[in-house]
């Protein structure tokens, strides 16, 4: 028997990093489109944004209950 008919992202944070010792907080709010990366180097605040967008791009206005098992 399935109760949740409906799940949202609205607010999420991630830790983003890569083989070269680079890390950033993304903080993305689904609901209005928006994100912000926490300070880091110039080059990988871009590669960062980039995942943020694509991230947003999927996820926007998608509902997940189908996708949680209970």
């Known amino acids: ?3 949740i ?4 992202f609205d607010n999420a944070k991630y830790l983003v990093g890569d083989d070269w010792g ?3 907080f993304l903080q993305i709010d689904y609901k209005n489109s928006r994100f912000v990366i926490s300070k880091t180097n110039p080059l990988f605040k871009q590669k960062v944004a980039l995942v943020a967008q694509k991230l947003i791009a999927k996820k926007h206005d998608v509902n997940f209950s189908d ?3 209970i």
């Open 5 to 8: 008919t409906k799940f949202y």
């Open 67 to 69: 996708r949680i098992e």
């Open 1 to 3: 028997m399935k109760f």
């Open 22 to 24: 680079n890390k950033a």
